[in-house]
Nanobody, 127 residues
Framework: VQLVESGGGSVQAGGSLRLSCAAS????????IGWFRQAPGKEREGIAS????????DYADSVKGRFTISHDNAKNTVYLQMDSLKPEDTAMYYC??????????????????????WGQGTQVTVS
């Protein structure tokens, strides 16, 4: 699976951006897709995830109520709508993919080690 992020850029505080994560192939199997971000000198932070089969989502407290993750299976693409952006949202944003666990779904979604496939990242700068 190859993942390609797009949609990053520079925006003023309070603005919005929509990131996209396009997969080369998801196949028909369900996948856990996570969005992560990493600012310079900080650890990679899991901020949102979605299970592409049933559509269940999770969010980190730092973005809950401001960011929305969604997916379009027909386009093999997962989106991250980011509203009310703050300067502290400035980071490189990555999407990641891995399988859904049979009994626990996307458990551990915020742990980078849970994921096998990663995109190259897209920069978001909020001033």
């Amino acid at each position: 699976v190859q993942l390609v992020e797009s949609g990053g850029g520079s925006v003023q505080a309070g603005g919005s951006l929509r990131l996209s994560c396009a997969a080369s192939v998801y196949t028909n199997s369900k996948k856990c897709i996570g969005w992560f971000r990493q600012a310079p000198g900080k650890e990679r932070e899991g901020i949102a995830s979605i299970e592409t089969g049933g559509g269940s989502t999770d969010y980190a407290d730092s973005v809950k109520g401001r960011f929305t993750i969604s997916h379009d299976n027909a386009k093999n693409t997962v989106y991250l709508q980011m509203d009310s952006l703050k300067p502290e949202d400035t980071a490189m944003y990555y999407c990641a993919a891995d399988r859904v666990y049979e009994f626990s779904g996307c458990a551990g979604w915020a742990n980078p080690r849970r994921y096998t496939y990663w995109g190259q990242g897209t920069q978001v700068t909020v001033s």
